[in-house]
């Protein structure tokens, strides 16, 4: 896999990675380790608990309002604003 994305943003970074439950996943995965081993902060990969990457797994928890294990994301409240009067 050869990658074309600038990696050095994520120099000392702590990341979390959600992998696809795939084999480009998993692939995609030892690419990005090799890649930032030794200039990443942290390195932790994850799966997401529901469906089959992190698209799935948000859309599918998105009614919830609590915290999930895998990512810690949590929905946020969203409140519209009326429009201004005129």
């Not at 995609?28 to 698209?55: H, N, P």
């Amino acid at each position: 896999m050869k990658g074309k994305a600038d990696l050095s943003p994520l120099y000392g970074a702590r990341i979390n990675a959600v992998v696809d439950k795939d084999g480009a996943g998993d692939n995609w995965a030892r690419y990005m380790s090799t890649m930032l081993e030794g200039k990443a902060r942290t390195l932790t990969f994850v799966q997401a608990e529901i469906g089959k990457d992190a698209a799935d797994h948000i859309a599918a928890t998105a009614d919830s309002a609590t915290s999930c294990r895998t990512c810690s994301h949590q929905k946020k409240q969203q409140t519209r604003n009326p429009p201004a009067a005129g």
